[in-house]
């Protein structure tokens, strides 16, 4: 009985917490990438070759954890197959970020673009008993920076 | 020293290449760290403790590479990746390689 109601108390926190915590990333991300549309990411290899910039390599990472609710969901899903919605939303949350974190410190440079972009996935709260719980993204490019003097 | 994810630096002619250098480094948070992720895995949200964590591994990782590159003589490092792994739970190994080359 007591398993029981620590587990529901554990999933009603989760999704309370989770849904609210999600609500506002998102808010905050779209919030962002707005102010940040003005500096484009490409995945080019090439730079553009008619001016010569300044180069600087840009990095952003983030951890970022899905709720207990979430969890709970995904184990379902695991039963049923189909699409794993709430990891989904906790990836997409967390490239998102990672790609703002990456633009926010090119910005800070002054740089005009950034080319190259580069991600990295990885899940880093292996061997525990529910396989994926944290995953870190990491995103890096190349900010091309033009010439002070202009 | 010049470290980029670009294969060639427009404008300067790599003179010299000295071969792969690489950089590595295994990290894990003290325990409070672990207990506070573990918390965030029922709430949801971004573990800041692990976020730093990586990146501190990531910056010295790269330090490694660079004295590496440094040994060979080499003032440039293009064409650099990174890579993560997690080797045991609260611990992650990153791993950071590129060419080391001397540019004019």
Do not use: W
């Amino acid at each position: 009985m007591g398993d029981i109601l620590i587990f529901l108390t554990l999933l009603a926190l989760g999704y309370g917490f989770g849904q609210y915590a999600e609500k506002k990333h998102y808010r905050s991300l779209i919030e962002r990438e707005q102010i940040l549309n003005g500096l484009p990411a490409i995945a080019s290899r090439i730079p553009p070759a008619d001016v010569f910039y300044d180069q600087q390599l840009v990095i952003g990472n983030v951890v970022i954890s899905v709720d207990y609710f979430k969890r709970f969901l995904a184990a379902l899903r695991n039963l049923f197959g189909g699409r794993v919605t709430s990891y989904e939303t906790l990836l997409d949350r967390a490239r998102r970020e990672a790609l703002l974190r990456m633009k926010e410190q090119a910005q800070s440079m002054g740089a005009k673009l950034v080319f190259n972009v580069k991600y990295e996935t990885s899940s880093i709260s292996k061997g525990r008993k529910n396989a994926i719980g944290s995953v870190e993204i990491l995103a890096y490019g190349t900010a091309l920076i033009p010439p002070r003097n202009g | 020293m010049l470290i980029s994810n670009m294969e060639l630096i427009p404008g300067k002619r790599v003179t010299e290449h000295l071969g792969l250098v690489q950089g590595s480094s295994v990290r894990a948070k003290h325990v409070g760290r672990d207990i506070m992720a573990g918390l965030k895995n029922i709430f949801g949200g971004e573990l800041k403790g692990y976020t730093e964590l990586l990146q501190e591994s990531r910056d010295e990782a790269m330090d490694r590479m660079q004295q590496q590159a440094q040994a060979v003589g080499a003032n440039a490092i293009l064409n650099i990746r990174f890579s993560t792994s997690s080797v045991a739970q609260g611990a992650a190994e990153i791993y950071v390689y590129g060419t080391a080359v001397i540019l004019e």
